[in-house]
């Protein structure tokens, strides 16, 4: 039985004296498509950044792939096959969209801190950027600036970031946050095809995504998880209910 | 030996005062528009040298109050009309404004006096020796510069902490957007900072010109110094910019007072070094010759190891 | 994001056509321009100042490694230009007191190997921070070198500085490189080289990082890049080219004094990068042709020429953040489209008013100057030949009446100017122009 992908053991997180999560335990099996609902202010995004390496925990062990990465640096815990997207766009907005996709594909095709490859001489690196972009739809784009994209198109591309370095565990924060309905499915469509065979886990609010896309979904209320379970089972449970609506008077 | 140590801390103490008199606006400013004011030292340079200039004409105690009240009107008008336009390109163009302001004030003072010192005195009435310690008579003046700058760190303790305004100006020191976002009129609060900030400024140049000499390379000596002073004290900490203000003024004061080199310090354990090798000029170079350098030695020391400077909140 | 990349209005780099424009035939343009331009401007001064040029293009596009290219606001560059001239210059005595075969050709290398070092050891402490705190760090740094150039006053020489003599080094087919000519094509030839080296940099992936650490630090780590290793390579590398800078200019002088490492040289080479343009390749080479022009030719004009120069410092910094490159950058999309004569007329009728407002702030200054630190050189002055007398009101009412007026009207031309770009770049946009 190989390790699970992501293993968080007794996590806390404190700012100050403020508790944000407070002791949370949670296994993902690779390949799995894990998503983590709440309601606002429950943590989702920090325990991303938890888990990502942004910030420390406060107490706890966080595994990736049976290796234990608590209080590594974002970069150190990326190159191990962790990537993630930001739920407010934070792409490279000068750069254009190849060049946003081409910096998220040197690291792992071994380039490192080069100075001395000629980086229009590297077919890897254009062949694997020219893929992504044909995958999120903006190889049309490609010589735009990303920052005048349009917001749909910046989410596509923040998408694209993350898959770029064939991470395999993929973490999406709200990936069709202010998306209308059908720019939703497309971008649903999207993150289905781009994460086939990988660990995905995802943080939204729209529930046709998550019911749509996850094998398992875990319920974070107040910094806490309040059930794990498959779809079927947390969509009955009363305890899911009640955080999400309230308690129903008797 | 203690004469030495009394003056030393006196002068330490009183430049050190003069010091937070620009450090404190220069906080005010960088905590409230996020603009680290490269120029504060020239509105230092205009107050001296509008001081001398009306005192030429009405006398000291007119440019005393005229002179922060002019510089800082200019410097209200510069924030209104100039750096609220660059503010739109961002931090670096706002720095680098305010770095060829200076450049562009340094010119224009040489310009318009000339780059020889100015004969800026202190007023007859405090011409005399306030009080003897051993052998060295201490200026009433340097008093009267210690008396004022308390006077004023008094007004704008109690103006931050007992004023409406002033507390609008602590909350922006360490929550500037939240400020705007509550709805005060920001661009005329800007405007008011940067005006005070600047007249403070001025003031230290007015009292500080007689005792100082008065020159138009001044800002270019004071400027790099303040900015260790605010680096070390931590951005947008008016408590830590005061400890770093005194800090420097006595590390600087008793660094000049000291002429010790190593050469001393080892030679009184029979340790030398001969005069041809390498390590000759080090060896026997003096503090005092180094006393220009110890502030830079400390700001890049702390900034290596606790770049937030020692009271800092606010990451540069 | 960074703080480099925070404002919205500074727009950076055109994103480059996969890199098939810079071909080989811009460089060979421009080997051709070292080549004429030596011959064209012949005269003493020229070769001088070409020289100069030569100089100041390297010194500037290596600090363009950091700002431009990195974010990296440093205000102490000219130490690893400073430090390169040193060291090339005491190479220089110490291979003629030996008598070594070494070439002149040769020494930049070992002010590019100074610059190198020094990098790499104020770098290790510089570049854990970016933004502020780096700015800051890199003006402490000055401070320290500069003012230990009074301790150390072996090896910077005081007041008076190193002096050396580039004729007695070895020879290189019969040349001594005592003629000011043959100087200048040893500098060329090592500007065209750091060029192209500086230029390859960029289009590396470490160069490609950087543009990515200095838009958004944070996005880079999650890409797996550490943006403090960037930054600390990127530094030695301009530290190098750099001191490549400064052992030019320690042959070209053959003196060198505390001044090279001073926060006045620092201050010089931010002025041209920013003139120029930090966010384009060309910007700091056009920053520093224009910055050396003005140094060597403003001074013979007038005695107040830094102040103009702090003026037109501000000017861009105010009014064209992107720096002449960004402002030529922004015409060429015009110019592909074939539209770009259309805005001729419309300039045109912009300039006048505001060459006149020119002119008159000029003369204010120019007047204040005599009236205030010239009074013992009398009253009497010519402006472009036309004589005054600065102690009389009409001078100063012409002044006045020209600035004033020229503004309010260059104002009012301004509705006009906006429309002729309108409609350029509607018609642009219809041929295919990305606007």
Redesign the interface.
């Known amino acids: 039985m190989s390790a699970p992908a992501i293993a968080l053991a007794a996590v806390e997180k404190r700012f100050g004296r403020t508790e944000i999560i407070r002791g949370v335990s949670l296994e993902i099996p690779a390949g799995e498509r894990h998503a983590v609902i709440g309601p606002n202010g429950a943590g989702k995004s920090t325990l991303f950044n938890l888990i990502s390496g942004r910030f420390a925990p406060s107490a706890g062990e966080i595994r990736l792939k049976g290796e234990n990465v608590t209080g590594l640096k974002p970069f150190e815990i990326n190159r191990r096959g962790l990537s993630r997207s930001f739920q407010v766009t934070n792409i490279f907005p000068r750069l254009s969209v190849w060049e946003n996709v081409r910096c998220a594909v040197l690291w792992s095709l071994g380039y490192r801190y080069s100075f001395w490859h000629g980086i229009d001489t590297l077919a890897e690196v254009r062949a694997r950027t020219e893929s992504i972009l044909e995958q999120i739809n903006l190889l049309p784009r490609r010589q735009v600036q990303a920052g005048v994209l349009a917001y749909a198109e910046q989410r596509a591309l923040e998408i694209g970031i993350t898959i770029a370095s064939g991470a395999e565990i993929i973490l999406l924060d709200e990936p069709t946050a202010g998306m209308s309905h059908s720019e939703a499915d497309q971008a649903v469509a999207l993150i289905r095809a781009v994460t086939r065979g990988k660990t995905l886990v995802i943080v939204e609010h729209d529930m046709a995504v998550v019911f749509g896309l996850a094998d398992r979904i875990s319920v974070l209320v107040y910094g806490e998880i309040i059930a794990t379970d498959v779809p079927e089972k947390i969509k009955a449970s009363k305890a899911v209910q009640e955080a999400y609506l309230g308690t129903v008077p008797a | 030996m203690l004469e030495l140590v009394i003056v030393s801390t006196l002068n330490g103490v009183l430049y050190g005062m003069l010091l937070f008199l620009m450090a404190s606006g220069l906080t005010l400013i960088f905590s409230m528009m996020g603009v680290l004011n490269f120029a504060h030292a020239s509105f230092y340079m205009l107050g001296a040298f509008f001081g001398y200039q009306i005192s030429q004409w009405a006398g000291f105690w007119v440019a005393l109050v005229l002179a922060p009240l002019l510089v800082g009107g200019i410097g209200a008008l510069v924030e209104r009309f100039a750096l609220r336009n660059v503010h739109r390109h961002g931090h670096v163009p706002e720095l680098l404004f305010t770095f060829g302001l200076a450049y562009v004030i340094e010119e224009v003072a040489q310009m318009v006096w000339g780059k020889l010192p100015v004969d800026f005195r202190a007023p007859a009435a405090l011409d005399f020796s306030a009080f003897t310690i051993f052998s060295t008579n201490y200026p009433a003046y340097k008093m009267f510069m210690l008396f004022t700058a308390i006077c004023i760190f008094a007004a704008l303790l109690a103006v931050l902490t007992r004023t409406r305004t002033g507390l609008i100006i602590q909350a922006a020191l360490t929550h500037p957007d939240m400020v705007a976002m509550l709805g005060h009129n920001v661009p005329r609060v800007f405007m008011l900072v940067f005006g005070v900030g600047t007249g403070l400024a001025a003031i230290a140049g007015v009292i500080a010109g007689p005792a100082l000499v008065t020159q138009a390379s001044m800002a270019g000596l004071l400027g790099p110094i303040l900015f260790v002073v605010v680096v070390i004290g931590g951005l947008g900490s008016l408590a830590g910019a005061f400890i770093a203000s005194l800090l420097i003024g006595l590390v600087q004061t008793f660094g000049v007072a000291l002429n010790v080199s190593l050469a001393d310090l080892f030679g009184a354990f029979g340790i030398t070094v001969g005069p041809g090798s390498a390590l000759s000029e080090i060896w026997t170079v003096t503090i005092a010759q180094i006393a220009p350098i110890l502030p830079y030695l400390l700001l890049v020391l702390v900034l290596i190891f606790r770049p937030t400077g020692l009271l800092g909140t606010r990451d540069t | 994001?960074s703080?480099?990349?925070?404002?919205?209005?500074?727009?950076?780099?055109v994103?480059?056509?996969?890199?098939?424009l810079r071909g080989y035939a811009v460089w060979i343009a421009a080997a051709l321009a070292f080549l004429v331009v030596p011959y064209v401007f012949s005269s003493g001064a020229g070769l001088t100042m070409l020289s100069l040029m030569g100089i100041m293009i390297v010194f500037t596009l290596s600090y363009n490694m950091l700002l431009g290219q990195t974010g990296m606001?440093s205000f102490g560059h000219a130490v690893y230009y400073g430090l390169g001239a040193f060291f090339a210059v005491h190479a220089m005595n110490a291979v003629t007191r030996a008598g070594l075969p070494v070439p002149v050709i040769a020494i930049p290398l070992v002010g590019g190997l100074a610059g190198l070092v020094f990098g790499i050891i104020f770098g290790s402490?510089s570049t854990?921070?970016g933004?502020?705190?780096f700015?800051?760090?890199s003006?402490?740094?000055a401070?320290?070198v500069a003012?230990?150039a009074?301790?150390?006053?072996?090896f910077f020489g005081g007041e008076e500085g190193i002096t050396t003599n580039r004729t007695k080094l070895l020879p290189v087919l019969g040349l001594n490189f005592g003629p000011q000519l043959q100087v200048y094509f040893l500098i060329a030839a090592w500007c065209l080289l750091c060029m192209i080296a500086m230029y390859?940099?960029t289009?590396?992936?470490?160069?490609?990082?950087c543009?990515?650490v200095r838009?958004?630090p944070?996005?880079?780590?999650?890409?797996?890049?550490?943006p403090q290793?960037?930054r600390f390579?990127a530094f030695p590398?301009s530290g190098f080219f750099a001191g490549i800078a400064g052992a030019l200019a320690a042959i070209n002088f053959e003196i060198v004094n505390s001044s090279y490492v001073g926060?006045g040289q620092s201050?010089v080479v931010?002025?041209a990068a920013?003139i120029g343009g930090v966010g384009y390749f060309v910007g700091p080479v056009i920053g520093a042709i224009i910055v050396t022009y003005l140094q060597v030719m403003l001074s013979d004009v007038t005695a107040?020429w830094?102040?103009y120069?702090?003026?037109l410092?501000?000017v861009i910094?105010?009014f064209a953040?992107n720096g002449i490159a960004g402002l030529l950058a922004m015409h060429q999309p015009l110019w592909r489209a074939g539209v770009l004569h259309r805005l001729v007329p419309a300039y045109l009728v912009g300039l006048a008013p505001l060459a006149v407002m020119t002119l008159g702030a000029i003369l204010a200054i120019e007047m204040?100057?005599r009236f205030?630190?010239r009074a013992s050189d009398g009253p009497d002055m010519a402006f472009l030949r036309i004589p005054l007398d600065v102690t009389r009101p009409l001078p100063w009412l012409v002044a006045a009446a020209m600035t004033i007026g020229g503004l309010l009207l260059f104002r009012r031309t301004w509705p006009y100017v906006a429309s002729a770009w309108n409609e350029a770049t509607i018609t642009a946009r219809g041929r295919g122009e990305?606007l």
């Not at chain 3, 944070?218 to 550490?226: H, I, L, S, T």
């Open positions: 994001m703080e480099v990349a925070k404002s919205a209005d500074w727009t950076g780099p994103p480059a056509a996969g890199g098939a606001l402490v854990r921070r933004g502020t705190a700015a800051m760090i003006l402490g740094l401070e320290l003012s230990s009074n301790i150390l006053r072996g390859a940099i289009r590396t992936p470490l160069g490609r990082m543009n990515a838009e958004n944070e996005r880079a780590q999650f890409v797996g890049y550490n290793t960037v390579i590398l926060l201050g931010l002025l920013y107040i830094q102040l120069f702090g003026l410092f501000i910094v105010m953040p204040a100057h205030a630190a990305h």
